[in-house]
């Protein structure tokens, strides 16, 4: 990985909406420290922290990428090394739902380690499951425990700036706007089907009874 004076380097593309959905895509820039290195593993630890006037929640775990011979292997699919994102696609309707009304802050706090091959560490990441920890997007991972991480904190550690994503999507023209401009995209008010799946996804999205006169105003623009 290259680094300089212990910072982690990488190419990143940081994304933001006024609601809560945002992403950080990477991709690990490979230098001297791997390139001469048969096997190894980036390992991240990730404190995740979603905080709105709502509800907090929060998620501490590691996440490791399989280096083989200075490169970083990719699964199929897999657009970049790591992605950091609430709402994928950034227009997703669970995201819009959790967003009118409210506002708040999030957080994605990195540390990252490279393991090197031949340890005991290596070995245990080998049986990591790709599947028990969600934000991990598919990689080997496991949540926190002090077990682990007494382990990871063996090894050499480099910086990675956070990510933090401020929100607020209360103001009523913003929400207006916003959730008009989705629904004229996403459905037609000349299909019945597309009429039907509208009338749920509005009722959907203003479930918590929120700003209802918005909603009265995006029926009725949608209709027009």
């Known amino acids: 990985m290259n680094t300089e004076n212990g910072i982690v380097k990488y190419i990143k593309e940081d994304k933001h909406t006024k609601y809560m959905a945002c992403a950080q895509y990477i991709d690990w820039i490979l230098g001297n420290l791997v390139q001469n290195i048969r096997e190894a593993y980036i390992v991240q630890e990730v404190y995740y922290i979603n905080a709105s006037d709502k509800e907090i929640k929060s998620v501490h775990y590691f996440e490791a990428w399989k280096i083989e011979d ?3 292997i990719k699964r199929d699919g897999q657009e970049c090394d790591d992605l950091f994102c609430v709402g994928h696609p950034l227009d997703d309707s669970d995201t819009f739902k959790d967003s009118i009304g409210h506002e708040g802050i999030i957080a994605f706090i990195p ?3 490279v393991v090197m091959g031949n340890s005991k560490l290596f070995d245990d990441i080998k049986s990591w499951p790709s599947n028990e920890v969600k934000k991990a997007n598919g ?3 496991k949540y926190y425990s002090a077990e682990v991480a007494k382990e990871v904190y063996k090894y ?3 910086r990675r700036d956070p990510f933090c994503h401020k929100w607020s999507f209360k103001d009523p023209e913003l929400v207006f706007k916003t959730i008009l401009d989705y629904c004229k995209k996403m459905f037609r008010s000349d299909s019945e089907i597309d009429r039907k799946n509208f009338k749920i996804s509005i009722d959907d999205f203003f479930s918590e009874g929120l700003l209802l006169d918005v909603k009265k105003r995006i029926i009725t623009e949608w209709d027009n």
């Open 111 to 113: 540390r990252v380690f």
């Open 156 to 158: 050499q550690e480099f």
């Open 70 to 72: 200075g490169i970083c």
């Open 139 to 141: 990689l080997p991972a």
